[in-house]
């Protein structure tokens, strides 16, 4: 790991975690709404074991203990990060470590596995090691979600470039040629925005119409990308790698 991204991830909390997601630093259940909107009809049975890879705050796990399942754990290249995570969730709950070292030695554990706002973070070098390990980690019936940043968004270059560990994005296509690679069964689908204000409901449906119609319009294709949904969720299961 170079000297940047070491210095970066050493307390992301308290550096880049600070300008970027400030918010959920200051109270865990600020995605809530987000997690039970998009995540709600993917989860598992309570008894489930379930692992986050790149807990940072551990938000995601504290919603996943309200939802009743117990069986959780974290891993996390940041040592500030996971010091945070720990004082809500409970000491050992979030592991401090390489993801794929951790996942080496957890071959058929996991009935779960899901990765938020990390994928992005992974040098593309890196990524076929990264997911391969996740995919080995699986139980033969388990499930992998993985949520990234949608490049194809309205506002997708604020997303590459607001955080100085973003390696890479991703659109609909270029992740679903990821997850071909490890799964029979897999579905990309747009993030849908939770807590939306009244004229938000009113008017999201017919700008995001006349938005596609002006793509269409310019004649350059592009009417059928997913530019309304911030983040790409990726939902396979069926490991190929056993």
Same mark, same amino acid.
């Given at each position: 790991?170079?000297?940047?991204?070491?210095?970066?991830?050493?307390?992301? $909390?308290?550096?880049?975690?600070?300008?970027?997601?400030?918010?959920?630093?200051?109270?865990?259940?600020?995605?809530?709404?987000?997690?039970?909107?998009?995540?709600?009809?993917?989860?598992?049975?309570?008894? *489930?074991?379930?692992? /986050?890879?790149?807990?940072?705050? +551990?938000?995601?796990?504290?919603?996943?203990?309200?939802?009743?399942?117990?069986?959780?754990? +974290?891993?996390?290249?940041?040592?500030?990060?996971?010091?945070?995570?720990?004082?809500?969730?409970?000491? +050992?709950?979030?592991?401090?470590?390489?993801?794929?070292?951790?996942?080496?030695?957890?071959?058929?554990?996991?009935?779960?596995?899901?990765?938020?706002?990390?994928?992005?973070?992974?040098?593309?070098?890196?990524?076929?090691?990264?997911?391969?390990?996740?995919? *080995?980690?699986?139980?033969?019936?388990?499930?992998?979600?993985?949520?990234?940043?949608?490049?194809?968004?309205?506002?997708?270059?604020?997303?590459?470039?607001?955080?100085?560990?973003?390696?890479?994005?991703?659109?609909?296509?270029?992740?679903?040629?990821?997850?071909?690679?490890?799964? /029979?069964?897999?579905?990309?689908?747009?993030?849908?925005?939770?807590?939306?204000?009244?004229?938000?409901?009113?008017?999201?449906?017919?700008?995001?119409?006349?938005?596609?119609?002006?793509?269409?319009?310019?004649?350059?294709?592009?009417?059928?990308?997913?530019?309304?949904? $911030?983040?790409?969720?990726?939902? *396979?299961?069926?490991?190929?790698?056993?």
């Amino acid at each position: 790991m170079d000297q940047l991204r070491r210095m970066l991830l050493h307390n992301y $909390r308290a550096g880049q975690g600070q300008i970027s997601s400030a918010s959920v630093y200051s109270d865990v259940r600020a995605f809530w709404p987000y997690y039970e909107r998009n995540y709600r009809t993917l989860l598992p049975s309570r008894d *489930a074991t379930v692992l /986050e890879v790149g807990t940072g705050h +551990g938000g995601l796990l504290a919603w996943l203990r309200s939802r009743g399942i117990e069986n959780i754990e +974290g891993v996390d290249a940041s040592p500030g990060d996971v010091e945070y995570a720990n004082t809500h969730l409970g000491e +050992g709950v979030v592991k401090h470590g390489d993801a794929v070292e951790f996942l080496n030695h957890s071959e058929k554990k996991y009935d779960l596995i899901i990765t938020k706002a990390v994928l992005e973070h992974i040098p593309k070098h890196e990524l076929y090691e990264f997911v391969s390990a996740m995919c *080995a980690a699986l139980t033969p019936k388990g499930r992998l979600i993985i949520d990234v940043p949608n490049m194809d968004w309205v506002s997708a270059s604020h997303e590459r470039y607001m955080d100085l560990t973003h390696e890479i994005g991703f659109t609909k296509q270029s992740l679903e040629s990821l997850l071909q690679m490890f799964f /029979e069964d897999f579905e990309v689908i747009g993030s849908q925005p939770a807590c939306l204000t009244r004229s938000q409901k009113m008017l999201r449906k017919p700008v995001i119409y006349l938005y596609r119609k002006f793509l269409y319009i310019l004649g350059e294709g592009g009417e059928d990308i997913m530019f309304a949904s $911030r983040s790409l969720i990726g939902n *396979a299961s069926r490991a190929k790698c056993r």
